[in-house]
């Protein structure tokens, strides 16, 4: 079964450091999508990208963050100037395109921890 | 803000029993709604999704959809221990939002 995945696994980082957190969807995919979840808390909606540009994107998604489609395959997030709180799982999405009533398939997650 | 709210349990159960897991929204724009399930450190794993008031049955999971009470809920029939896990609700309008969870045990 196709999968989302998502790399690395586990990000530890000093605090105002920048990161790149990577994902490659599901390959006939068109709209993809970044998600947090701070540890005993709920999954967070970041940021949806479809056509190469941002189509929604959450309070939480401040200048802080971008998203990228560098080439066909990878998806991007990039968080700048790293804080304490930006400690979290990070999930990518992907979705077939014109199945809008169809779950979202999860990448594994990406913890990422900032010290 | 668009809220989806659920219950956080935990929920306990016994094996075989009927869990029932209920969810509210408060975007009466919302167009789809989903479970997830979650196991601890795990990504969320899609169960079921539903559109139309009713319900809709899939194996041991019945989704049930309320528009006008803004209610969505799942049953698990003959639950099982690996059916042990976090049920998220998710909510779609333009883009998908998520309650906290309820947390369900299993007990052999």
């Known amino acids: 079964e196709p999968e989302v995945t998502q790399t690395p696994s586990h990000q530890v980082t000093q605090m105002g450091q920048e990161v790149i957190l990577r994902c490659v969807p599901i390959s006939n995919h068109l709209y993809f999508y970044w998600y947090r979840q701070i540890l005993g808390q709920k999954v967070e909606f970041l940021v949806s990208f479809y056509n190469n540009e941002i189509s929604e994107k959450s309070e939480i998604f401040d200048d802080q963050f971008s998203v990228e489609r560098p080439d066909g395959s990878n998806f991007t997030l990039k968080i700048r100037s790293t804080k304490l709180e930006d400690s979290a799982m990070y999930f990518c999405?992907?979705?077939?395109?014109?199945?809008?009533?169809?779950?979202?398939?999860f990448g594994s997650g990406t913890r990422l921890t900032v010290v | 803000q668009k809220e989806v709210e659920q219950n956080s349990g935990p929920l306990s159960v016994p094996e075989g029993a009927i869990a029932s897991l209920n969810c509210t929204y408060s975007d009466r724009g919302s167009q789809s709604f989903f479970w997830y399930r979650q196991y601890s450190g795990k990504s969320p794993e899609l169960i079921m999704f539903i559109y139309s008031n009713g319900d809709k049955e899939d194996g041991r999971f019945t989704a049930q959809l309320n528009k006008a009470s803004q209610y969505v809920s799942l049953l698990i029939r003959d639950s099982q221990p690996s059916d042990s896990a976090t049920y998220l609700c998710a909510v779609r309008g333009n883009d998908m939002r998520f309650g906290a969870g309820t947390r369900l045990t299993v007990k052999p």
């Open positions: 999405a992907s979705q077939k395109a014109g199945v809008s009533n169809y779950g979202y398939t």
